[in-house]
């Protein structure tokens, strides 16, 4: 009985490179004190992990070289020395890429009732940060009203898909922009979307020109998930007192010169709000958000989809999907 897992060796520079992870097998750890032995099932693959790969200021501290590559799991007790949480019993919990974590209680582990749910994967998209994300950067920053005009980037991914949705149920004129025809068929088929603008191929200068065929008033809100090209020709489309949530800015995550805005001025033309979202930002606030997401799925108002890959041994290839835009919904990787 061993335990794999998927550590980081070195910091990446630029685009991660497979030489900068390794997977190692050690022995399954023993119970900490008051803590729990967890058989992870399923590891949220997300963005954020590309930034606490390097050694940079951030809202938590880099993940450090040696230890497995941090992420979001749910798993099953595998060994319990808390009664809280027998055996057998599953959680949700901030630890790592790794068959088996050894968790010490802290804020993040949560009981979760898989019997809610067809897959306890839907912990880490429908009842997970995904959801909560386009909730919160949409009802408390964005705050939209009936008959405005939204843009959302990275749009038929698993916040962006999520954002927009909700823009439709609060009566916006929603635009996305996503990467390829398959995508913005997405956008329109599935998600509700009224425009769907295809960045691929495009410069900076074409979508400008795009989002200003689409939204000839101008964008009142702007939920930014990619940065880049793709923000500053929404900038150049801003309405008066137009609200950027800042969610994301996934072009250039893996860029070693980071892209800047050159129009900030158009925040002043048109006296724009940019506001930087983080979800942990709302974590007392969960239950009401997940609350109001299971609601809007159970009336048919809102669709989470799910890109489930598998096998540990696959952990690069599986998140260099979210790079290349492979992914078609929010990124599971099924390790058990
Ligand atoms: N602030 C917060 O609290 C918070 C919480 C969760 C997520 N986020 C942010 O939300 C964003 C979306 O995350 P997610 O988990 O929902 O991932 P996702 O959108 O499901 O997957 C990432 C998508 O980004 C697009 N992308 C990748 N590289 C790109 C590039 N160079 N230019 C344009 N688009 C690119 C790809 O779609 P295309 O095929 O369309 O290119 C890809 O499918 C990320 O920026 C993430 O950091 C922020």
Request: aromatic share 8%.
């Amino acid at each position: 009985m061993t335990n794999r897992r998927f550590i980081l060796r070195r910091r990446p520079v630029g685009d991660p490179v497979p030489e900068d992870f390794e997977l190692v097998s050690e022995p399954i750890p023993d119970v900490p004190a008051g803590g729990l032995v967890v058989r992870n099932h399923y590891c949220s693959l997300d963005p954020a992990q590309r930034g606490w790969m390097d050694d940079a200021p951030s809202y938590m501290p880099p993940i450090p070289l040696g230890e497995p590559v941090r992420a979001t799991t749910v798993g099953e007790v595998y060994a319990s020395d808390n009664p809280d949480f027998p055996v057998g019993s599953w959680v949700m919990n901030l630890s790592g890429i790794e068959e088996y974590s050894a968790v010490e209680l802290g804020h993040f582990t949560a009981p979760i009732d898989i019997g809610m749910v067809d897959s306890p994967s839907k912990f880490l998209s429908a009842m997970g940060a995904v959801g909560l994300t386009a909730y919160f950067g949409m009802l408390e920053v964005a705050k939209p009203k009936a008959g405005e005009t939204l843009c959302v980037s990275g749009a038929a991914g698993a916040v962006g898909s999520v954002v927009g949705q909700i823009g439709k149920i609060h009566g916006c004129r929603v635009i996305g922009i996503a990467g390829g025809a398959e995508k913005c068929r997405r956008l329109i088929e599935d998600y509700g979307f009224d425009v769907a603008i295809d960045y691929r191929g495009k410069s900076r200068e074409d979508l400008v020109e795009e989002i200003a065929k689409a939204a000839p008033d101008g964008l009142d809100m702007v939920f930014e998930n990619v940065g880049g090209d793709i923000l500053e020709a929404e900038v150049h489309n801003l309405a008066k007192k137009a609200r950027i949530v800042l969610c994301g800015l996934i072009s250039e995550y893996n860029s070693v010169e980071k892209h800047g805005l050159q129009n900030l001025w158009q925040l002043i033309v048109h006296q724009a709000s940019i506001h930087g979202f983080l979800i942990m930002d709302y974590a007392d606030r969960f239950p009401e958000g997940g609350a109001q997401i299971a609601q809007w799925i159970a009336e048919g108002k809102v669709r989470i989809d799910e890109d489930v890959q598998e096998g540990i041994e696959n952990t690069y290839d599986a998140f260099m999907r979210l790079f290349s835009g492979k992914n078609t919904g929010k990124l599971v990787l099924k390790i058990a």
